[in-house]
């Protein structure tokens, strides 16, 4: 078998053995359904509510502010439909926010709301361009905490400061929502600090299973879902729990977020070693200086479906812009416009991205077969 590189965490981690054990360990010795009243119900029950609150520790959250749900673009899609129960108003999000939140918007439209959406030069989003927006009917501000393409770090808590303030002159609520799938050990998310409203997560960005979310409500009570089904996850989200990928998810959190900043600083030298292989090489580096460790986007000498074909040859697996801009032909390329990038750059952008188990031998690997291809030119 060839070798196998694998560079495409952004997409999607590989799944963690403890996380595979916790998995199977609650399969076979939890099977009842939570909602059911009989003894295997209640252990169901009693097993769901430790992992929720084991959870809800390690992101410093109150455990009734945490809802499993499929995974981000659920946690999404109940967040934002849940306005089609209010009167119509105003939303505004990032120019470079996932398809999950900016598909949104024409459905909206379509029910009478007004559509802000913010331009993100240089990767970020600007308080002063946010400040702006903010009109008397604007009900809801969706800015993603790192960007997925390029990894870049949104100034999250200074928006949210900005909504405050101005709700505050106002006098009207402001729901401030972050998709924040590449935040999660990653970049010092502080959901409670920050004094966000609402956050999606998914567990295959962090080692867990895939089919299994998150998502975050500072105020649970005050959040009417758009379809809550059996009433289940206190009526946020129905259907019966998937239990034993939430046990996975417990698992794979707590060894993601174990010693994460001593990991995360290691992620960051590999990514700084990475990008001065490629500048020494003439390529342009496309994620900007506050930026996630995890994600490094950069100009290739090729386009990038060409380029990323020729690291799969070699054995690595990165992406184009990424996973779902490949199955959307063109949504990582609008993502790097909307930035500011010019059209030759973004149709050449490729994207590595790196897990904590990421070694310094992988790295050395790829930096020898990136110095072979682009050198080949």
Not at 28 to 54: T, Y
Not at 245 to 268: V, Y
């Amino acid at each position: 078998m060839a070798m196998s590189l694998y560079f495409d965490n952004a997409a999607t981690t590989p799944l963690s053995e403890r996380a595979l054990k916790a998995y199977t360990d609650t399969a076979l010795n939890f099977p009842g359904n939570p909602s059911s009243s009989h003894r295997l119900g209640i252990e169901a029950r009693r097993k769901l509510d430790d992992e929720r609150s084991a959870i809800a520790r390690m992101m410093e959250i109150e455990k009734n502010q945490l809802f499993f749900t499929s995974g981000a673009t659920e946690s999404i899609a109940a967040v934002i439909s849940s306005l089609l129960f209010t009167t119509p108003g105003k939303i505004i999000i990032s120019a470079i926010e996932h398809e999950a939140v900016a598909s949104w918007l024409p459905i909206l439209k379509e029910h009478g709301w007004t559509t802000a959406t913010l331009k993100a030069k240089g990767g970020t989003v600007s308080p002063h361009d946010l400040e702006a927006e903010l009109t008397p009917d604007t009900k809801m501000v969706a800015i993603m905490s790192v960007n997925n393409v390029t990894g870049a770090i949104q100034p999250v808590e200074e928006l949210v400061k900005v909504v405050r303030a101005y709700e505050k002159d106002h006098k009207r609520k402001i729901f401030f929502f972050s998709d924040s799938v590449q935040a999660l050990g990653k970049s010092g998310l502080k959901l409670r600090a920050w004094d966000i409203d609402g956050a999606s997560f998914s567990g295959h960005k962090v080692n867990g299973p895939r089919g299994i979310g998150m998502l975050y409500l500072k105020n649970p009570a005050s959040f009417r879902p758009l379809a809550s089904a059996g009433g289940q996850e206190e009526g946020k989200r129905g259907g019966t729990e998937n239990l034993p990928a939430i046990s996975a998810l417990r698992a794979a959190l707590e060894d993601w977020l174990s010693d994460s900043e001593s990991k995360n600083k290691r992620i960051q030298e590999i990514k700084d070693k990475i990008s001065e292989c490629l500048t020494a090489a003439g390529r342009e580096i496309l994620s900007p200086a506050v930026s996630s460790p995890y994600i490094l986007s950069f100009v290739s000498p090729f386009p990038s479906e060409v380029f990323t074909r020729m690291l799969s040859d070699k054995g690595v697996e990165a992406s184009a812009g990424s996973a779902c801009s490949n199955n959307a032909k063109g949504e990582g390329e609008k993502i790097l416009l909307n930035m500011g990038i010019r059209p030759e750059k973004a149709r050449n952008a490729v994207r590595i991205s790196f897990s904590n188990s990421t070694t310094e031998e992988e790295a050395e690997s790829l930096i020898r077969i990136l110095r072979e291809l682009i050198n080949a030119k």
